[in-house]
C-alpha cells in the first residue's frame, strides 16, 4: 500500500511563498494521480489542486489560481505545490492524498492521504 508523507510547512508572511512536498513510498507513482488538500481551524476538507498521471492534466481551486502551482518529479516519487502570494486565508494544514484514477476533480476517488504539514500565514 502507498504510503504519503507531506513536508514544507511552516510560518510566513504574507505574499511570501512555500513549496511543499509530498513523497510516496509503497505503490508506483507514476501511476498514482495525486491531489492536494487543505484543512483551515473549524473548517471542512478542501480540495485545492491536483495533476493526473496522465497527460499532466491539473485542476486548481478558484482561491488558489495563479497562485498555486502543482507539478510532480516521477523520478523522485514526489509531488509539489508551489504556493506563492501566500495569504492569511491559506492558513491550513495541507495534505496531499493518492487516487488511482484519472478522474483528478473527484474527491471520493482518494484513497491514500498523508499526514499533513501546517502553513501558517501571517499578516
Known amino acids: 500500500q502507498v504510503q504519503l508523507v507531506e513536508s514544507g510547512g511552516g510560518v510566513v508572511q504574507a505574499g511570501d511563498s512555500l513549496k511543499l512536498s509530498c513523497t510516496a513510498s509503497g505503490g508506483t507513482f507514476s501511476s498514482l494521480s495525486m491531489g492536494w488538500f487543505r484543512r483551515a481551524p473549524d473548517q471542512g476538507r478542501e480540495f485545492i489542486a491536483a495533476?493526473?498521471?496522465?497527460?499532466?492534466?491539473?485542476f486548481y481551486k478558484d482561491s488558489v489560481k495563479g497562485r498555486f502551482t502543482i507539478s510532480r518529479d516521477n523520478a523522485k516519487d514526489t509531488v509539489y505545490l508551489q504556493m506563492d502570494s501566500l495569504r492569511p486565508e491559506d492558513t491550513a494544514v495541507y495534505y496531499c492524498?493518492?487516487?488511482?484514477?484519472?478522474?483528478?476533480?473527484?474527491?471520493?476517488?482518494?484513497?491514500?492521504w498523508g499526514q499533513g504539514t501546517q502553513v501558517t500565514v501571517s499578516s
Open positions: 492524498a493518492a487516487s488511482q484514477s484519472t478522474f483528478i476533480g473527484n474527491v471520493a476517488l482518494y484513497k491514500t
Open positions: 495533476i493526473s498521471y496522465s497527460r499532466g492534466a491539473t
